[in-house]
């Protein structure tokens, strides 16, 4: 029996050492990182480089690029040649006056203005074609940031989760030795058993999550979905000063979706005034010489004029359409700026309200958490605590710094999701 209670003093005295060591810091284990750490920064240069949206967005983009240019071009001349001969048999060519070589050229002009129109259309559509791209980079810098952290996120709950089951397992062990002197009792050891076997479901979800993850991240990347990926480095909160008010002003100036309405705006009213100038008429220019062999040759100069004589059925509809397409634009890009100025206003109260939970976890929550865990663990080592009492501060902790990794981890995802919607810029690191 001497020996029992010696064996179960020697191990409550190291549970009391394990605790302070388990539960004394949050991060300091965590600042040395192999060499293969997962960094931000080179994830993002290479998503830039290599992401297959990105490319086609920017493929898309040269294409419309080279249209102005062909669309402000006049149409292709058109080169012609006949023979005319009088009588029908034989040949008379150089015995007649009405027999002959005809060589011609003629070449369509539209009415002044509307090449200019087509070649600002093109450009407009090229512009918008731009701010596509823009949008497209934006769109996938913040996917690969906000897959980034939750990886990171991932990473430091296996750690925190697997630092909790093997302190439950030494603790656990404590209560079956205590149990087994009759020092406790069988519902601690069960409550034990059932907690580790609760942190191993935990576990496998997270491994789970992480996989899952670690695909998202592989295919931003361009990269094969099961290349591994080492661990990532910690998250550092941002420095988000910036007032929802200038977010709306940076957003007025920079979002790539307001940007792309006003282009379509300013390219449907080309297009309307270019309906408009489909009432006048485009004109055809031609030029004839005629070899008639021994005898003089002659030549021949013309104009036509296309008439738009139908215009009642096909330039009158194509005015309307234009109108109502010019109307189309102006309420699309009403409705851009009320989705913008939302989403805005939604983003940016989710990061002020996960700034303030992380400041409070990591000022108040985690630290009183602590003191009580050390007091309770002090207590439970010279049988003041019951079993209980300090299995319910372990996990009160462990939850606070898996609330906090969680809510630093939402503040991050919200400022990407804003420099998103804004199109700048907004926190700095």
């Known amino acids: ?21 388990n539960w004394s810091a949050v991060t300091l284990a965590m600042e040395e990182r192999s060499e293969q750490q997962l960094e931000l920064p080179a994830l993002l240069q290479e998503a830039l480089t290599h992401n297959p949206e990105i490319q086609a967005a920017q493929q898309r983009y040269r294409a419309a690029q080279a249209r102005p240019s062909q669309a402000g071009s006049l149409p292709d001349p058109m080169i012609e040649g006949a023979y005319h001969n009088e009588p029908i048999t034989p040949l008379t060519l150089g015995q007649s006056d009405f027999s002959f070589l005809r060589f011609g050229v003629s070449q369509e002009v539209p009415f002044p203005g509307k090449l200019s129109l087509h070649e600002d259309i093109a450009s407009q559509e090229a ?21 980034f952290d939750e990886f990171a996120f991932t990473h430091r709950a296996l750690e925190i989760l697997q630092r909790n089951k093997d302190f439950l397992l ?12 009759g020092q406790g009792l069988q519902q601690d050891v069960i409550k034990a058993q059932v907690e580790v076997s609760l942190l191993t479901s935990r576990l496998l979800q997270l491994e789970q999550k992480r996989e899952g993850l670690s695909a998202t991240i592989n295919g931003l990347l ?12 910690s998250l550092h909160k941002s420095q988000f000063t910036t007032t929802l008010e200038a977010l709306r002003d940076l957003a007025l100036e920079y979002s790539p ?60 509809y194509g005015v309307a359409e234009a109108v109502e397409s010019v109307g189309e634009a102006r309420s699309t890009r009403q409705n851009a700026l009320q989705t913008v100025l939302a989403r805005i206003k939604e983003l940016y109260t989710q990061a002020r309200a996960a700034e303030q939970l992380t400041t409070l976890y990591q000022t108040a929550i ?56 804004v199109g700048a810029p907004v926190a700095e690191k």
Not at 14 to 19: A, E, I, P, S, V
Not at 127 to 147: D, F, I, N, P
Not at 302 to 313: A, D, E, I, S, T
Not at 372 to 390: I, Q
């Open 170 to 181: 030494d603790l656990q062990k404590s209560t079956e030795a205590r149990y087994q002197v």
């Open 1 to 21: 029996m001497t020996q029992q209670r010696r064996l179960w003093r020697q191990r409550c005295f190291l549970l009391g050492m394990g605790l302070w060591w």
């Open 257 to 316: 979706e307001l940007k792309g309405a006003d282009v379509l705006l300013v390219r449907n009213e080309l297009s309307l005034s270019l309906a408009q100038r489909e009432y006048y008429p485009d004109l055809v220019f031609k030029a004839d010489y005629m070899h008639k062999a021994a005898r003089l040759p002659e030549w021949e100069l013309g104009v036509g004029v296309k008439v738009p004589l139908y215009f009642w059925r096909k330039q009158r």
């Open 366 to 421: 985690i630290p009183q958490s602590r003191l009580s865990l050390e007091s309770t663990s002090a207590g439970y080592a010279v049988g003041k605590v019951d079993f209980l009492t300090l299995l319910n501060n372990v996990l009160v902790l462990r939850e606070a710094e898996l609330s906090y990794e969680e809510q630093l981890t939402e503040f991050e995802k919200s400022v990407a999701q804003l420099e998103e919607t």
């Open 127 to 147: 512009e918008r074609e731009g701010q596509m791209l823009r949008a497209t980079t934006l769109s996938v810098t913040a996917r690969l940031k906000t897959a």
């Open 222 to 233: 361009n990269r094969p979905p099961l290349a591994p990926l080492g661990p990532p480095t």
